[in-house]
């Protein structure tokens, strides 16, 4: 019901991303999906992955500090009006949105939306109320990989 | 021989026969000591703990019998417990940053005010300033000794003296320009700063009456000698002080340039091995320790200065009698000076841990931007600092740089930086690095073959 993210620590300076993806990559483990935040500073790299425990291990042996995170993921269309409608939800309730990525998959015209909520399980259940489809951590993985 | 024109009678007792001036400094050392002794109770506490008393002090080689004083003991009797002077006798407070967050304080009684001006007059007459000099006083006034103790030595010495104080630059480039200001007091590396700023403005310094600066407060190196006085068409001296001695004024260079002159009859000097504490004969490099000789609000006995420096007993081209150290280019602790401002890693150890309850592992990297020393301190995040928010990551820059600069008070760099990507050492930690390329000549490299520009 809650999918686990990876978030890497990175220096604001070339290369920096490049290497924690090489490992995972060398270790056969697929990155579903990834966002950056970026500072003038530093950056946060954010990661739904095929197999989370053994990328924080791999990652964390290579010294990368790793943060997991339980963020929710939603699926909706992929048409005009599909976030905003998503979005009411949660107008007048105490559930925010810390933030938020999305990305398209497979053939039906489909999104998935990666929510990071100060209150994740209420969020569910509003969500759930609403008759929206939170996905399953396998489901993500079985989905995008269409 | 001697380049200034002037001789100003203060300046009488730098050319004292030796064997007069030890009689004197004999004199003043028995007197020092047994109002140490009377005065102040951690000083009469060792005495006694060694079983020497003020009367066994026959000649200046008993002052080895003597314990030392150093900085934690100005910090463990904080605020005055060092003082030997009632408090209505004490006319003037300084302070200065000591290791921890509280300051160590100062204290002067008139007597001790006249005293430094005088050493101030004795210190500006040996870098060739008369009263018909316009002097621009760039340290900084407050707490801090630089600014009020350059200010009442020019005043005194009948100079013009312009309060201007640090900050600033454009202000101090049009106060040089228009006030026609013929000598400066500053840091070194603010008044490379200065010349940066004035080339920017359209200022060539070279142009202008500036003939000498006075600089102090920080290290510096025959190179930044050489560019300030191609650059800025002046002689640049080195003047050395510490606020726990009296502040600037306890040395100077003359206009030879090779060592700075010890006001010894005022502040013994000695150098001893800073592993030993035993005293090493003249000429060879130690710790210099300092004795005030006339202080009454707060006499220093063999205080450890951890700056690393020999002692020249051989005369002076000047003519002056009094001895000589050779320029400072490090010291024997871990203190950084940053524009004047005296830093301790251990302050930014317990800044950094106010902040979140834990150490997280650091390093501090000086650099000198354009003629500027900055501190930048990185600081390596660990599991309970790091979030995957952006904001909370901003707020915890946020909350590291507002801690330091508060503790430190200098602007602070603050980088985040990844998890183990600080170097570890074997031994002690390797916590500065210093970039600012200080120390990298011999300090008793002679420069008075370098060309000196004259106006």
Not at chain 2, 92 to 104: D, E, Q, V, W
Request: hydrophobic share 40%.
């Amino acid at each position: 019901m809650k999918i686990h993210q990876l978030s890497l620590f990175l220096e604001n300076r070339p290369g920096q991303m490049a290497a924690p993806c090489k490992l995972l990559a060398g270790a056969g483990i697929n990155i579903r999906t990834l966002t950056l935040a970026d500072t003038e500073r530093f950056g946060i790299l954010r990661m739904i992955v095929s197999d989370w425990q053994r990328s924080r291990s791999l990652l964390e042996e290579a010294g990368y500090l790793v943060n997991v995170t339980e963020v929710v993921a939603v699926e909706v269309a992929d048409t005009p009006g599909g976030l905003g409608e998503l979005l009411e939800v949660f107008v007048d309730t105490e559930i925010n949105i810390e933030y938020m990525y999305a990305f398209a998959f497979g053939p039906l015209g489909r999104a998935a939306l990666i929510f990071r909520f100060n209150r994740p399980d209420a969020a569910i259940d509003r969500l759930r109320e609403a008759g929206l489809n939170v996905l399953e951590e396998v489901e993500v993985y079985h989905r995008i990989a269409v | 021989m001697e380049l200034e024109s002037a001789f100003h009678p203060a300046s009488t007792p730098d050319y004292l026969p030796p064997v007069r001036m030890r009689e004197l400094q004999l004199e003043r050392l028995r007197a020092v000591v047994r109002r140490a002794y009377g005065n102040v109770p951690l000083f009469r506490e060792r005495l006694n703990a060694r079983g020497v008393r003020p009367e066994d002090i026959r000649e200046l080689g008993d002052l080895r019998q003597l314990p030392f004083t150093t900085k934690a003991d100005l910090r463990d009797t904080y605020p005055f417990g060092l003082f030997a002077s009632p408090i209505e006798e004490v006319v003037r407070l300084h302070a200065s940053s000591g290791t921890t967050g509280k300051p160590i304080v100062v204290a002067y009684t008139r007597q001790d005010l006249e005293v430094w001006t005088s050493v101030m007059v004795r210190a500006l007459a040996a870098c060739g300033l008369t009263h018909g000099d316009i002097v621009q006083n760039a340290y900084g006034y407050g707490l801090f000794t630089g600014g009020l103790g350059a200010h009442y030595g020019a005043e005194s010495l009948g100079a013009t003296v312009i309060p201007v104080s640090g900050g600033n630059t454009d202000r101090q480039i049009m106060v040089m320009k228009d006030f026609r200001v013929t000598a400066i007091c500053c840091t070194p590396s603010y008044f490379i700063h200065l010349l940066e700023r004035a080339g920017e403005l359209g200022v060539n310094v070279r142009e202008l009456p500036l003939r000498v600066g006075i600089f102090g407060a920080e290290p510096w190196t025959e190179s930044m000698r050489r560019h300030i006085e191609i650059e800025g068409g002046i002689q640049a001296f080195d003047i050395y002080g510490l606020s726990e001695i009296i502040g600037p004024g306890v040395g100077v260079e003359c206009s030879y340039h090779n060592g700075l002159h010890i006001f010894e009859d005022h502040f013994y000097p000695e150098i001893v091995d800073p592993e030993t504490g035993g005293v090493l004969p003249d000429g060879e490099e130690g710790e210099l320790v300092l004795t005030t000789l006339s202080k009454q609000a707060m006499p220093m006995i063999r205080y450890r200065t951890r700056d690393i420096t020999s002692l020249a007993p051989e005369p002076c081209p000047c003519g002056r009698t009094v001895r000589r150290i050779g320029r400072i280019g490090r010291r024997s602790d871990d203190m950084i000076i940053i524009r004047g401002i005296n830093v301790f890693p251990s302050q930014i150890e317990a800044a950094l841990l106010a902040v979140e309850g834990t150490l997280p592992h650091y390093q501090i990297i000086l650099t000198r931007q354009k003629g500027l020393d900055a501190i930048e301190v990185q600081v390596e995040i660990t599991p309970e600092l790091f979030s995957d928010k952006v904001g909370a990551m901003e707020s915890l820059h946020g909350r590291l740089s507002y801690a330091l600069e508060q503790t430190l008070g200098l602007r602070v760099e603050v980088t985040l930086a990844a998890a183990r990507s600080i170097r570890r050492s074997e031994g002690k930690a390797q916590r500065v690095m210093d970039r600012r390329n200080l120390g990298e000549e011999g300090r008793h490299e002679n420069p008075s073959t370098v060309a000196l520009p004259r106006k």
